[in-house]
């Protein structure tokens, strides 16, 4: 099992980045999916998940509106399409994949077994 993110990188206030999670080494249509963001200093948080079938998304609060998650099962590919960005959401992108299978979706990172190596995004003001 293998998760890879990439799409990071540094962008002005107001931009737009998409992030992507490349899956692989199970059926990944079985599972949800979630990022979660580490902030210099901070602890890593929850930023959206989504159903296995693309379903049923959330979102923390502090990126309603903004992040759109996706994802595409042919291609076995996560995405976090991020809008109007802040200095903020500068962090650590992780993707993550939980051990089992569920209908919904997992907010708490301790439901969350495999983890892909992180995608830095830095927002300037």
């Known amino acids: 099992v293998q998760l890879q993110a990439s799409g990071g990188g540094l962008v002005q206030a107001g931009g737009s980045l998409r992030l992507s999670c490349a899956a692989s080494g199970r059926t990944w249509s079985n599972y949800g999916m979630a990022w979660f963001r580490q902030a210099p200093g901070k602890e890593r948080e929850f930023v959206a998940a989504?159903?296995?079938?693309?379903?049923?998304?959330d979102y923390a609060d502090s990126v309603k509106g903004r992040f759109i998650i996706s994802r595409d099962n042919a291609k076995n590919m996560v995405y976090l399409q991020m809008s109007s960005l802040q200095p903020e959401d500068t962090a650590v992108y992780y993707c993550?994949?939980?051990?089992?299978?569920?209908?919904?979706?997992?907010?708490?990172?301790?439901?969350?077994?495999?983890w892909g190596q992180g995608t830095l995004v830095t927002v300037s003001s």
């Open positions: 993550a994949a939980p051990p089992r299978t569920y209908t919904g979706i997992f907010y708490q990172e301790a439901e969350y077994d495999y």
């Open positions: 989504i159903s296995r079938r693309g379903g049923t998304t």
